[in-house]
Protein backbone atom coordinates (compact mmCIF):
# COMPACT_ATOMS: atom_id res chain seq x y z
CA UNK A 1 0.00 0.00 0.00
CA UNK A 2 1.74 3.43 -1.13
CA UNK A 3 1.70 5.93 1.36
CA UNK A 4 0.14 9.32 0.98
CA UNK A 5 1.73 11.96 -0.37
CA UNK A 6 2.65 15.08 1.70
CA UNK A 7 0.21 17.60 0.65
CA UNK A 8 -2.72 14.94 1.59
CA UNK A 9 -1.37 14.39 5.12
CA UNK A 10 -1.94 18.66 4.85
CA UNK A 11 -5.31 18.41 3.78
CA UNK A 12 -6.42 15.48 6.50
CA UNK A 13 -4.56 17.94 8.97
CA UNK A 14 -6.33 20.90 7.58
CA UNK A 15 -9.79 19.23 7.76
CA UNK A 16 -9.34 17.52 11.06
CA UNK A 17 -8.19 21.06 12.48
CA UNK A 18 -11.61 22.54 11.06
CA UNK A 19 -13.68 19.36 12.66
CA UNK A 20 -12.05 20.69 15.77
CA UNK A 21 -12.80 24.51 15.39
CA UNK A 22 -16.48 23.76 14.53
CA UNK A 23 -17.33 21.67 17.34
CA UNK A 24 -15.37 24.14 20.03
CA UNK A 25 -17.23 26.75 19.52
CA UNK A 26 -20.80 25.41 19.19
CA UNK A 27 -22.88 26.93 21.56
CA UNK A 28 -23.85 24.77 24.90
CA UNK A 29 -27.96 24.34 24.66
CA UNK A 30 -28.18 24.05 28.84
CA UNK A 31 -31.82 23.51 30.44
CA UNK A 32 -34.44 25.74 31.17
CA UNK A 33 -34.17 27.64 34.34
CA UNK A 34 -31.95 30.63 35.92
CA UNK A 35 -28.09 29.40 35.76
CA UNK A 36 -27.04 33.33 37.26
CA UNK A 37 -29.27 34.73 39.58
CA UNK A 38 -27.60 37.30 41.17
CA UNK A 39 -26.09 40.75 39.42
CA UNK A 40 -22.28 41.51 39.03
CA UNK A 41 -20.91 42.57 42.14
CA UNK A 42 -19.00 46.39 41.60
CA UNK A 43 -17.02 47.76 44.90
CA UNK A 44 -15.47 50.94 45.15
CA UNK A 45 -11.85 51.54 45.75
CA UNK A 46 -10.82 52.30 48.70
CA UNK A 47 -7.88 54.01 47.69
CA UNK A 48 -6.29 54.57 44.78
CA UNK A 49 -4.99 51.34 43.03
CA UNK A 50 -1.33 51.66 40.70
CA UNK A 51 -2.26 51.96 37.18
CA UNK A 52 -1.86 48.53 34.79
CA UNK A 53 0.09 48.37 31.64
CA UNK A 54 -1.14 46.00 28.50
CA UNK A 55 -0.04 46.49 25.12
CA UNK A 56 0.92 50.11 24.87
CA UNK A 57 -1.89 51.65 27.43
CA UNK A 58 -1.98 52.55 30.86
CA UNK A 59 -5.12 51.04 32.56
CA UNK A 60 -6.29 53.17 35.27
CA UNK A 61 -8.73 50.91 37.79
CA UNK A 62 -12.25 52.46 38.43
CA UNK A 63 -13.81 50.16 40.73
CA UNK A 64 -13.32 46.14 41.65
CA UNK A 65 -15.81 44.03 39.44
CA UNK A 66 -17.10 40.29 39.47
CA UNK A 67 -19.35 38.71 37.32
CA UNK A 68 -21.10 35.29 37.48
CA UNK A 69 -23.17 35.16 34.47
CA UNK A 70 -24.21 33.10 31.27
CA UNK A 71 -22.51 34.02 27.86
CA UNK A 72 -24.88 34.72 25.19
CA UNK A 73 -22.98 35.33 22.57
CA UNK A 74 -19.04 35.60 21.89
CA UNK A 75 -17.25 37.74 19.44
CA UNK A 76 -13.54 37.79 19.07
CA UNK A 77 -11.77 40.65 17.40
CA UNK A 78 -8.34 41.20 15.77
CA UNK A 79 -7.45 44.10 14.08
CA UNK A 80 -9.81 47.01 15.52
CA UNK A 81 -7.95 49.50 17.94
CA UNK A 82 -8.95 47.48 20.67
CA UNK A 83 -8.08 44.19 19.99
CA UNK A 84 -4.23 44.01 21.24
CA UNK A 85 -6.11 45.20 24.95
CA UNK A 86 -9.21 43.06 24.57
CA UNK A 87 -9.37 40.26 22.06
CA UNK A 88 -12.97 39.07 23.27
CA UNK A 89 -16.18 40.51 24.23
CA UNK A 90 -19.02 38.43 25.82
CA UNK A 91 -22.53 39.51 25.78
CA UNK A 92 -23.31 37.88 29.07
CA UNK A 93 -27.18 37.56 31.50
CA UNK A 94 -27.76 36.90 34.17
CA UNK A 95 -31.41 36.77 36.36
CA UNK A 96 -34.19 35.76 34.04
CA UNK A 97 -31.76 36.86 30.63
CA UNK A 98 -29.83 33.66 31.81
CA UNK A 99 -33.18 31.60 31.52
CA UNK A 100 -33.06 29.48 28.60
CA UNK A 101 -36.76 29.33 28.38
CA UNK A 102 -36.29 33.07 28.10
CA UNK A 103 -33.28 33.09 25.68
CA UNK A 104 -34.65 31.12 23.17
CA UNK A 105 -37.14 33.99 22.33
CA UNK A 106 -34.33 36.71 22.16
CA UNK A 107 -32.20 36.60 19.08
CA UNK A 108 -28.49 37.74 20.49
CA UNK A 109 -25.74 39.89 18.11
CA UNK A 110 -22.52 41.12 18.49
CA UNK A 111 -20.37 43.28 16.17
CA UNK A 112 -18.05 46.74 16.18
CA UNK A 113 -18.15 46.16 19.82
CA UNK A 114 -21.99 46.62 20.78
CA UNK A 115 -24.35 43.48 21.38
CA UNK A 116 -27.92 43.49 20.26
CA UNK A 117 -30.95 41.71 20.50
CA UNK A 118 -34.36 41.33 18.63
CA UNK A 119 -37.96 40.16 19.64
CA UNK A 120 -40.70 39.48 17.73
CA UNK A 121 -42.52 39.20 21.34
CA UNK A 122 -41.18 40.21 24.71
CA UNK A 123 -40.43 37.28 26.65
CA UNK A 124 -39.61 39.56 30.14
CA UNK A 125 -40.15 43.52 29.92
CA UNK A 126 -37.70 45.70 27.60
CA UNK A 127 -36.16 46.80 30.64
CA UNK A 128 -34.84 43.56 32.11
CA UNK A 129 -33.15 42.49 29.19
CA UNK A 130 -31.58 46.14 29.05
CA UNK A 131 -30.17 46.14 33.05
CA UNK A 132 -29.96 42.21 33.07
CA UNK A 133 -27.54 41.76 30.18
CA UNK A 134 -24.31 43.61 29.33
CA UNK A 135 -21.46 43.60 26.20
CA UNK A 136 -18.11 43.15 28.28
CA UNK A 137 -14.72 43.57 26.72
CA UNK A 138 -12.13 41.47 28.61
CA UNK A 139 -8.62 42.47 29.00
CA UNK A 140 -7.07 39.44 30.08
CA UNK A 141 -4.32 39.83 32.76
CA UNK A 142 -2.12 37.18 31.68
CA UNK A 143 -1.91 34.82 28.80
CA UNK A 144 -3.30 32.02 31.32
CA UNK A 145 -6.07 34.13 32.10
CA UNK A 146 -6.31 34.74 28.04
CA UNK A 147 -6.70 31.05 27.14
CA UNK A 148 -8.98 30.78 29.87
CA UNK A 149 -11.56 33.45 28.01
CA UNK A 150 -10.97 31.77 24.74
CA UNK A 151 -12.74 28.79 25.51
CA UNK A 152 -15.55 30.31 26.78
CA UNK A 153 -18.62 29.35 24.78
CA UNK A 154 -22.49 30.46 24.46
CA UNK A 155 -24.41 28.55 27.06
CA UNK A 156 -21.79 28.66 29.20
CA UNK A 157 -21.75 29.89 32.95
CA UNK A 158 -18.70 31.59 33.47
CA UNK A 159 -17.15 33.99 36.89
CA UNK A 160 -14.24 35.97 36.66
CA UNK A 161 -13.07 39.45 38.71
CA UNK A 162 -10.63 41.87 38.25
CA UNK A 163 -11.14 45.52 38.04
CA UNK A 164 -13.49 48.21 35.36
CA UNK A 165 -10.98 50.44 34.37
CA UNK A 166 -10.02 53.02 31.36
CA UNK A 167 -7.32 52.97 29.15
CA UNK A 168 -5.49 55.64 27.36
CA UNK A 169 -2.45 55.64 24.65
CA UNK A 170 -0.08 58.40 24.18
CA UNK A 171 -1.55 59.38 21.15
CA UNK A 172 -4.76 60.37 23.31
CA UNK A 173 -6.88 57.05 22.56
CA UNK A 174 -8.78 56.62 25.48
CA UNK A 175 -11.38 53.56 26.19
CA UNK A 176 -13.58 53.71 29.07
CA UNK A 177 -15.71 51.24 31.01
CA UNK A 178 -19.09 52.02 32.12
CA UNK A 179 -19.93 51.94 36.04
CA UNK A 180 -23.45 51.31 35.88
CA UNK A 181 -25.53 47.78 34.81
CA UNK A 182 -28.79 50.35 33.87
CA UNK A 183 -27.16 52.62 30.64
CA UNK A 184 -27.92 50.85 27.17
CA UNK A 185 -26.03 52.64 24.28
CA UNK A 186 -22.95 54.18 23.38
CA UNK A 187 -20.69 53.71 26.52
CA UNK A 188 -22.59 51.41 28.14
CA UNK A 189 -20.29 48.25 27.49
CA UNK A 190 -17.82 47.66 30.76
CA UNK A 191 -13.89 47.40 29.73
CA UNK A 192 -12.45 45.19 32.50
CA UNK A 193 -9.27 43.64 33.35
CA UNK A 194 -9.54 40.20 34.35
CA UNK A 195 -7.56 38.76 36.78
CA UNK A 196 -9.67 35.47 37.30
CA UNK A 197 -11.73 33.69 34.85
CA UNK A 198 -13.31 30.52 34.92
CA UNK A 199 -15.77 28.07 33.18
CA UNK A 200 -18.65 26.93 35.28
CA UNK A 201 -18.92 23.18 35.31
CA UNK A 202 -22.60 22.34 33.08
CA UNK A 203 -25.77 22.01 34.62
CA UNK A 204 -27.92 19.15 34.89
CA UNK A 205 -30.40 21.26 35.87
CA UNK A 206 -31.40 24.90 36.69
CA UNK A 207 -32.94 27.10 39.09
CA UNK A 208 -36.62 27.96 38.24
CA UNK A 209 -37.11 31.44 37.33
CA UNK A 210 -39.17 33.39 39.71
CA UNK A 211 -42.67 34.43 38.46
CA UNK A 212 -43.10 38.03 37.78
Not at 49 to 66: C, S
Not at 92 to 109: H, N, Q, Y
Request: charged content about 25%; hydrophobic content about 45%.
Amino acid sequence: MNALPRWAWLLVALALAGAWWSWSGQAHAPPPGVLAPDAPLQTALDEPVPPLHKADATLKPLARFEVTARVLHREDYRFDDGAALAPVDLALGWGRMSDSAVLKDIEITQGQRFYGWHVDAFPIPRREIETHSANMHLIPADRSVERAIERARAGEVVHFSGYLVEADRPNGWRWRSSLSRDDTGDGACELVWVERFEIEPRPLSAAPAASM
